[in-house]
């Protein structure tokens, strides 16, 4: 069982985030030291070829989480714990990340449905939330055969009367738990842009001798709000803060994150080309990272059970907000949460288009439209597949699009997956749709 930051990544150089959509680029860019890959795209027994002629030659792969939401008023998911576990040793990954998130809220402990949010969002800055976060971690670490590190995430909102700045959460977390951090620099430009924290103020207060390795991204500016899309070029103040934190530490790793609108192999070489440029013009850090600490004893019970039942209480609230429609809850900005629910809306539409790309086929340049209206107060319950037959009943139920092809077309696609249901209205409807067809 893992505890502890001594992460063994020493410093490995260079790496990036791999996607199967550029694997031969990353098996063909020079200088590649070490890659990421998010674990829950990865089955154990069939790992990519890919990924594993990398593996032959050395390349480190680290297995990047995304699900565990340990940032989540609930005890981690002793299944979601063994997959990840699983993955580290078929990879013979030095450690494993994670974020600081919670995913999903709801279930026994409010006593209401569960609803999954489709996207990390971010943990209250209270001693509650931290003294959830710490269990959680600790629990993560005895099931985990390797290290764990955790990620600082980018918000477009922030939780009213939080007690503690990003800095002073991070840095009791690491000493709480003893586990390591993944900097992602562009979440902390992103955090500035929207939420006005000063990134140097944040590393000011981090222990930097927790740094795993740090995220560089690129994302885009809309009326004022940084989306953190990993979609887009690197942006000259995310390479600052980079070289900012540079200055103070140097960094086991470096790894360019892309996992949207791949560019030509020769974009990626110059990006990655930019991060080797800043940290060599750093200016040389005035401080050599600490030897390692030990994992620090657990702290005794402290209000627990009532810590998560508080912490769960708010983040239902929220969630149910941004995907179901209920009212805001109080001290939010109101204007911030509907941007963050189209954005959870849209992220959800381009999963689902994913997995069922029939449906902007067959629908056209109505699919998002659609999906918004749809989104807008039907959460995420039943997994994406699901999400899918239940976006195209809606349509035919309460959006039937005004051509009879596409009606029909959607009907067929909606028959052959849905299998045998009660009938209702959607299935009167399609009854109808297929005689005419």
Known sequence: MAAGHDLSMKHVGIGIGWRPEIARAVEELPGIDWVEAVAENLCPGHLPEALVRLRERGVTVVPHGVSLGLGGADRP?????????????????????????FVRAGGTLTASPRLEAGHLLPVPRTRDALRVLCENVRIAQDALPVPLALENIAALIGWP???????????????????????????????????????????????????????????????????????????????????????????????????????????????????????????????????????????????????????????????????????????????????????????????????????????????????????????????????ALDFARFVLDDRPPADADTRRALARWWKERAGARPPGRAARLLRTLTRAA
Not at 81 to 100: Q, S
Not at 246 to 261: C, K, M, N, Q, Y
């Open 77 to 101: 998911d002793t299944g979601r714990l063994a997959d990840l576990a699983a993955r580290a040793e078929a990879l013979g990954a030095p450690l494993v990340t994670e974020h600081i998130a």
């Open 161 to 387: 009367d939080e007690e503690l700045t990003e800095g002073q959460f991070l840095a009791e977390l690491v000493e709480r738990t003893g586990v390591g951090l993944l900097i992602d620099v562009a979440n902390l430009h992103t955090n500035h842009v929207n939420r006005g924290e000063d990134p140097a103020k944040v590393l000011d207060q981090l222990p930097l001798e927790a740094i795993a390795y740090v995220h560089v991204a690129g994302g885009v500016e809309r009326d004022g709000v940084w989306h953190d899309t990993h979609a887009h070029p690197v942006p000259r103040p995310v390479l600052d803060i980079l070289a900012e934190l540079a200055s103070r530490i140097s960094p086991p790793g470096v790894l360019l994150e892309r996992d949207e609108a791949f560019p030509p192999a020769a974009e990626l070489a110059g990006e990655l080309e930019a991060i080797r440029a800043t940290l060599d013009t750093a200016t040389a850090p005035t401080r050599r990272p600490a030897e390692p600490k030990g994992r620090p004893p657990a702290s005794p019970p402290d209000d627990g059970d009532r810590s998560r039942e508080r912490l769960a209480l708010a983040q239902t609230a929220l969630l149910s907000s941004l995907t179901a429609g209920t009212p805001a809850p109080t001290g939010f900005d109101g204007r911030r949460l509907r941007v963050q629910a189209r954005a959870l809306a849209a992220k959800r539409a381009d999963v689902v288009a994913k997995v069922a790309p029939e449906l902007p086929r067959v629908l056209g340049e109505g699919y998002r439209d659609a999906f918004a209206a749809y989104a807008g107060s039907r959460p995420l319950r039943g997994g994406y597949r699901q999400d």
